[in-house]
């Protein structure tokens, strides 16, 4: 079946250091979104990425979709304290409603 | 405001005895998902909806059942607990389009967090 592959699993970073998180998906994909949960919290949308080589800024995080819409990344610069959480990817392929989760990153921030 | 919440947030049962947790949503949503999350394992889709009378098994809905006769709630049902139940579970909701754009963002209530002993 479709799987959605993310990595790393954990992640420590000094805080000012940037932060990479990437998806892998063995289907195409209709959209990819991204959703962060804080220690203790649920799960938040952060984005949804649709078109082909998209790229989205949000503030310090960078959301990208590949030209194959297979694959996606996350990118935080310089990292604060305040990124403490668990990033994950979810995609859906066609008109499916059902998202596929990765399995998601840890980031850790050592101030 | 619009919201989804979850009852009760912490549950302590024992082995064998039948367990329903509430999902409630005032996003007027018509899909709906229950997830349990475990270390290691991220989020497992149990059950979902996308309307009133429409249940579907996820990939872990074996020992789970889920009924849907309204809009706002998706109750999720142990027929019998069993130890590898115990977990976090999230009940999520979506709509399907904005504005006329396939979307499917999923908002998540606060989780309830149930130990089988």
């Known amino acids: 079946g479709q799987q959605v592959m993310q990595i790393p699993q954990y992640q420590h970073v000094q805080e000012g250091e940037d932060f990479t998180t990437y998806c892998n998906s063995s289907?195409?994909?209709?959209?990819i979104q991204w959703y962060k949960q804080r220690p203790g919290g649920h799960p938040v949308f952060l984005i949804q990425l649709v078109k082909s080589g998209e790229v989205k800024k949000q503030k310090r995080l960078t959301f990208q979709f590949g030209e194959a819409k297979k694959n996606s990344s996350l990118h935080i610069t310089a990292t604060q304290t305040t990124d403490v959480g668990t990033y994950f990817c979810?995609?859906?392929?066609?008109?499916?409603?059902?998202?596929?989760w990765g399995l998601g990153t840890s980031l850790a921030v050592n101030p | 405001d619009a919201e989804i919440t979850q009852s009760p947030r912490h549950k302590i049962t024992e082995t064998g005895r039948q367990v329903t947790l509430a999902c409630h949503q005032t996003w007027n949503h018509n899909n709906m998902f229950w997830y349990r999350q475990d270390l290691g394992h991220g989020l497992r889709l149990i059950h979902y909806?996308?309307?009133?009378?429409?249940?579907n098994k996820g990939e872990v809905s074996d020992g789970y059942s889920v009924s849907r006769s309204n809009t706002e709630d998706l109750p999720l049902t142990l027929e019998s607990a069993a130890s590898s139940q115990t977990s976090v579970y999230f009940c999520?909701?979506?709509?399907?389009?904005?504005?006329?754009?396939?979307?499917?963002?999923?908002?998540f209530g606060p989780g309830t967090r149930l130990t089988v002993l």
């Open positions: 999520a909701s979506s709509e399907s389009r904005v504005a006329g754009v396939s979307y499917n963002e999923q908002f």
């Open positions: 289907t195409t994909l209709s959209n």
């Open positions: 909806s996308y309307g009133v009378q429409d249940t």
């Open positions: 979810a995609g859906s392929a066609g008109n499916n409603r059902k998202l596929i």
